[in-house]
């Protein structure tokens, strides 16, 4: 299923009707360049981009990232938290029944590592091993430890580090 960028352009605009009951003004467009993401707001000219391979996932999930982009172009424009850590982004994402992640493209490497907070249990998937002493947990900042990642543990992470120094 390939759509051109006019396609996608009206189908965008549809859906933001649709699903916020507002219009939206600005270009949607493809960008092939995008490797791992599904999509792309740009916050300087409210333009939103997205990945034309997740594509192959249908239409009906490719819709539900464009539903997460059109999240962040609303929110932002109406001064609100449009973040992916802000409230009313997680309300508004569950509201319109967006994704919260782009699902995995085929041959994406998987990540090799998790690190587990002791303290507050979040876990956070890596490709790349780091220093766990050199970083903290984003939620709670207690102490993490590294560990493999093994085929079931695989369920998509839902945290992010802050260095310490």
Same mark, same amino acid.
């Given at each position: ?18 699903? #916020? /009951? =507002?219009?939206? @003004? *600005? %270009? ?10 599904? $999509?792309?707001? !740009? ?18 999930? #490719? /819709? =539900?990232?464009? @539903? *997460? %982009? ?10 609100? $938290?449009?973040? !992916? ?81």
């Amino acid at each position: 299923m390939a759509l051109t960028d006019s396609e996608l352009q009206a189908w965008v605009e549809s859906l933001s009707l649709a699903c #916020f /009951g =507002k219009p939206f @003004l *600005h %270009e949607a467009r493809f960008n092939p360049r995008l490797k791992t993401t599904g $999509g792309r707001y !740009h916050l300087g000219d409210h333009r939103i981009e997205m990945n034309p391979k997740h594509l192959i996932h249908g239409r009906e999930v #490719f /819709g =539900k990232i464009v @539903l *997460h %982009e059109l999240c962040h172009y609303h929110l932002h424009l109406e001064g609100k $938290g449009y973040r !992916h850590r802000d409230r009313d982004f997680k309300q508004l994402l569950a509201a319109v029944g967006g994704l919260r992640y782009a699902p995995r493209l085929p041959g994406q490497t998987k990540p090799k590592y998790m690190v587990h907070c002791f303290a507050c249990g979040r876990r956070a998937f890596r490709q790349r091993q780091i220093q766990v002493d050199r970083y903290r947990c984003a939620q709670c900042g207690g102490r993490l430890k590294l560990e493999h990642v093994v085929a079931e543990q695989l369920n998509k992470g839902d945290g992010c580090l802050d260095d310490t120094e």
